[in-house]
Each structure stands twice: as structure tokens, then as C-alpha cells.
């Protein structure tokens, strides 16, 4: 079936620098994706969000990049710091109000 | 702005016991989401609700899950009886009218002895 996947389940990388998560969807009719980033015990948290008619959006400290020709999809964070430790889910939808599909997280680990 | 409420955020029981959830969406979110999110892995829909109706509820387990929103506000998630799968991470998440930014609640913990 459809789905979303993630190429890294883990990320390291030292604070202040830039962290890229990355995330490959399959589903040709999706033309809605977010961001999320879940800490322990909490629920998902929304980071960013972009639609199919665009490719790059730009939030604070965050960026994402869609390129629909390989479907993929991508979250860099600049300047990563110890608070941005948490997993990374990206999420594709297909219609207004329909469910999300979430692949399985990508763990981002800051280091000092 | 408060953010959507869940209760309780933990709960242990011993299979075969019956368990519900609570969920209070953000205010003026018209739509409300019952996701499952096991150990790892990303959530996954339960059932969506459009005010009191039940538009989406195809991934529900029909024989041991119900859900209800009867006033098309809080809503509740009954499991019986429960078995140990069910321990999972129950989350609730709500949207606006027409808008599909989905904003998550913490998530009750289920544990199935």
C-alpha cells in the first residue's frame, strides 16, 4: 500500500550545526505534508507544513523542500540545538480534513 | 489557546478489562482524530470525526474499539475487552473547519498487563 518512510531512523549531529532529516512518500496524489516533531511523552508538535504547488517553505530556523519528482521530502534545521532533540515524523495527506499517514520517525540526537 | 486535552494520560490495566479515553479538542476545531501510535513507529488514524459524525472509522477494530462524540465537542475511546496489543499510545488530534493542520493532544499511555 501507500506509505511514507524515512531513510535514517537516527541523526546525530553537533549543536549549532545544521541538521537535514529526509523522507521519501510514495503516494503520487498527496499534495499536503507536515512536519512533526515528538519528545518523550509528549505528542507530535507541529513544525512546518507545504503544499504539492510549492517547493520550499521556510518557517523559523526551519526549512522544508519537497521535490514531487522523486517524492521526497526534506527538513533542515539550522544552527541544531539541545532542544531540538526529539523524533521527526513527516506526514502526507491526500484531502482536506483526511487522515494523515506517518512514516515510522527519524530520532534526531543534538550533541554538545 | 488551550491545547487539546487528554485524559488519563497513563493507564495500566490486566487484559480482558474494559478502558476509556477522554479527549477535548481546541476550541472550535469541528474535526477530531483518534490515532494509535505504537513504540517506534508513527500514528496511525483510528477514526475521524466531523462534529458528532463518524466520516472515517475503516481502521477501527470494530469488534473490541467504540467511539463516540455525541455532542460534536469531547469525545470518548472505550476498548473492551482489552488485550495485550492494545498497549499503545492513544493520541487525539483536532483541526479547524477545512483546514488540515492537525494539532495533537499528549497521548494517553496504555499499558495491558
Known amino acids: 500500500g501507500e506509505s511514507v518512510g524515512l531513510h535514517l531512523p537516527t541523526l546525530s549531529v553537533q549543536e549549532g550545526d545544521n541538521s537535514i532529516i529526509n523522507c521519501a512518500y510514495s503516494n503520487s496524489a498527496s499534495d499536503y505534508f507536515i512536519w512533526y516533531k515528538q519528545e518523550s511523552g509528549k505528542g507530535p508538535q507541529f513544525i512546518i507544513d507545504i503544499r504539492s504547488n510549492m517547493d520550499k517553505r521556510q518557517g523559523q530556523r526551519v526549512t522544508v523542500l519537497l521535490n514531487k519528482t522523486v517524492k521526497h521530502l526534506s527538513l533542515q534545521i539550522a544552527a541544531t540545538q539541545p532542544g531540538d532533540s526529539a523524533v521527526y515524523f513527516c506526514?502526507?495527506?491526500?484531502?482536506?480534513?483526511?487522515?494523515?499517514?506517518f512514516g515510522t520517525g527519524t530520532r534526531l540526537q543534538v550533541t554538545l | 489557546e488551550a491545547g487539546v486535552v487528554q485524559s488519563p494520560r497513563y493507564k495500566i490495566i490486566e487484559k480482558k478489562q474494559p478502558v476509556a479515553f477522554w479527549c477535548n479538542p481546541i476550541s472550535g476545531h469541528n474535526t477530531l482524530y483518534w490515532y494509535l501510535q505504537n513504540l517506534g513507529q508513527g500514528p496511525e488514524l483510528l477514526i475521524r470525526y466531523e462534529n458528532e459524525e463518524a466520516v472515517d472509522d475503516s481502521q477501527l477494530p470494530k469488534d473490541r474499539f467504540s467511539a463516540e462524540r455525541l455532542k460534536g465537542v469531547d469525545s470518548t475511546l472505550k476498548i473492551q475487552p482489552a488485550e495485550l496489543g492494545d498497549s499503545a499510545v492513544y493520541l487525539c488530534?483536532?483541526?479547524?473547519?477545512?483546514?488540515?493542520?492537525?494539532?495533537f493532544g499528549p497521548g494517553t499511555r496504555l499499558t495491558v498487563l
Open positions: 506526514a502526507e495527506n491526500t484531502g482536506t480534513a483526511s487522515k494523515l499517514t
Open positions: 488530534a483536532s483541526s479547524l473547519p477545512g483546514r488540515r493542520e492537525q494539532f
